[in-house]
């Protein structure tokens, strides 16, 4: 019996406090979802994603990312990734088909998704992270920060790494539809409002800057629409003459508002159900 209130709070807080979050088995699968409310890391064994050469039109990005993940398998230094642009381009598919093509010859490699919601959780995954004997991709997409939003802060303890420094078997590769990772409206209200315009701005802007690469993805003209899709009707097998997609395939970029790859996976997935063709990825 504890008769010191003040041990009794302690002893009671001890008790609702979480028990430390085991590390998993990282040889179940290559892929894993960091969750929090419990921290968990759950794993995939089966990513989503498309082969490596059906993405077309991004050839610069996907060499320098390539060679970056290969030499971060193989234990070597490799730098954080930004990749930026217009939306649809294959950012995420990239990081995801970099992946898999690394990890069939460096089984070491894994990849863990981040949501942005979690990164104030980001040290407590580095400490699961840090001990282990694999190599980890930490993936967040669809990164950007908006007014008031102090989640950048946590993104810094990848980064930089604090005074423990990152792990250095832990990359982060995230994409973003901003170079800044913020709005341009947000950057210029805070240039023209801020007494020191150009200290306003310097801590968000600056947390792009620290990523050692900027892979940029611009949107893609019509001989690379069309050279998407006609590279997805082989690799599955989807049988249609070239005057005939090419007049389906603009319509449907037409009545889209927009040409990427992902409007021309989304035309392929029609294609393929009207020909009744099943897509496993």
Not at 119 to 125: A, E, K, M, W, Y
Not at 179 to 199: C, T, V, Y
Not at 212 to 224: A, R, S, T, V, Y
Request: proline fraction near 5%; hydrophobic fraction near 40%.
């Amino acid at each position: 019996m504890i008769d010191d209130p003040v041990e009794r709070i302690a002893a009671a807080l001890e008790r609702l406090a979480p028990a430390p979050v085991a590390a998993p088995d990282f040889s179940a699968a290559p892929a894993f979802v960091w969750h929090v409310s419990p921290d968990r890391l759950e794993p995939v064994p089966a990513v989503s994603r498309v082969d490596l050469d059906l993405l077309v039109g991004i050839d610069r990005s996907r060499d320098t990312l390539l060679a970056n993940t290969e030499q971060f398998a193989r234990g070597l230094p490799a730098n954080n990734a930004l990749l930026w642009g217009a939306r649809g381009m294959g950012k995420s598919s990239l990081v995801k088909a970099i992946h898999g093509k690394v990890h069939a010859s460096h089984e070491v490699l894994r990849i863990v998704e981040l949501q942005r919601e979690d990164l104030p959780s980001v040290g407590r995954l580095l400490n699961l992270l840090r001990d282990a004997p694999y190599r980890f991709i930490l993936f967040c997409d669809d990164l950007s920060f908006g007014h008031d939003d102090a989640h950048y802060k946590s993104l810094k303890a990848v980064l930089d790494g604090g005074i423990e420094g990152r792990p250095d078997n832990v990359v982060l590769y995230a994409t973003s539809n901003r170079r800044h990772l913020m709005p341009r409206d947000m950057i210029e209200n805070e240039r023209g409002s801020a007494i020191n315009p150009s200290e306003a701005v310097e801590e968000k802007v600056s947390l792009s800057d620290r990523f050692g690469l900027w892979l940029g993805f611009h949107p893609c003209d019509q001989d690379q629409y069309l050279s998407m899709i006609r590279g997805y009707c082989e690799a599955w097998g989807v049988h249609i003459d070239d005057e005939t997609l090419r007049a389906e395939a603009i319509e449907w970029q037409a009545t889209r508002g927009s040409r990427s790859g992902r409007v021309a996976w989304q035309y392929f997935t029609d294609l393929a159900g009207r020909q009744g063709v099943a897509l496993k990825t």
